[in-house]
């Protein structure tokens, strides 16, 4: 006749052979004292070798041995704990979800945590392409031209808020790092609206600009956006502004000493 322990590890067995989550159960001690087809099937290790090993032996995530790890976090603080980490089962590394669930006895005391991991690497893999293509279509819409040896040319079209300012500004100062620019002319003809964020990361551009060696030039206010600037009481007195960005193209030749001579026919 069995007894009640090993029917109830026999019972704890079933239900992780039909689960398709790759799942460990774990002692207070760290050692893996069950696991599922799920997880067995991530490694060439059997499952009678698995069973026994320290649960950082096999996981070998960032968190082990640490005061991170989830396991020793989820007996400590009796919840569950959840993050999300590369695992090595084998040499190919692994983005996974890994859940760390207390476990208990019949008493209620607890005995060590299960560990189900979840592979979120396709969801990664989503992500870093996803922020990939975000960047390539914002430097497709934002893009910053070379028009003259030494001057940068940035037109920005449509609603400016405070994130995508912050992002085209970095570029441009980037740009200017990379190209030894001395002027750059900011185009915002294509601006309908204009806030105090963004209002303020023009001018902190500006300055940056100015601490790279360069000069900055706002071309193209259009009067509404001239309008609320005024209104919001920002002061662009000291910054150099044109009606337009041939105008702006006109300052900055003036500026780096370069004539523009037309041909006769």
Do not use: W
């Not at 090993?6 to 760290?30: A, H, M």
């Not at 032996?57 to 989830?70: A, I």
């Not at 920005?156 to 620019?181: A, F, H, P, Y």
């Not at 963004?198 to 902190?204: E, T």
Request: charged share 25%.
């Amino acid at each position: 006749m069995k007894s009640k322990e090993n029917v109830e590890k026999d019972e704890i067995f079933e239900i992780l052979s039909l689960s398709p989550t790759p799942v460990l159960i774990i002692d207070k001690d760290l050692n893996i004292v069950q696991l599922n087809e799920a997880i067995a099937s991530l490694t060439e290790i059997s499952a009678d070798e698995i069973i026994g090993m320290k649960c950082y032996d096999f996981l070998k995530t960032d968190f082990c041995k640490t005061e991170k790890c989830l396991c020793k976090r989820a007996i400590k603080e009796n919840k569950i704990i959840s993050e999300e980490v590369i695992i090595c089962v084998t040499e190919e590394e692994v983005f996974y979800k890994v859940i760390a669930t207390p476990r208990k006895n019949k008493q209620g005391e607890i005995i060590g945590c299960t560990e189900s991991l979840i592979d979120i690497s396709t969801i990664k893999k989503l992500e870093e392409t996803t922020v990939k293509m975000a960047k390539e279509i914002m430097e497709v819409a934002n893009p910053i031209v070379s028009v003259f040896e030494g001057i940068l040319a940035l037109p920005i079209i449509g609603t400016l808020d405070s994130k995508r300012t912050q992002q085209i500004m970095e570029n441009l100062l980037k740009q200017i790092v990379e190209t030894g620019s001395k002027i750059a002319i900011i185009d915002i003809t294509g601006v309908t609206m204009i806030d105090t964020l963004v209002a303020n990361h023009l001018l902190q551009t500006v300055s940056a600009v100015s601490l790279l060696g360069a000069e900055a030039i706002i071309t193209g206010i259009r009067p509404a956006v001239a309008q609320t600037i005024v209104h919001l009481g920002i002061d662009l007195g000291e910054i150099v502004t044109r009606a337009s960005m041939a105008e702006g193209l006109q300052y900055g030749f003036n500026k780096l000493g370069i004539k523009v001579i037309r041909e006769s026919k």
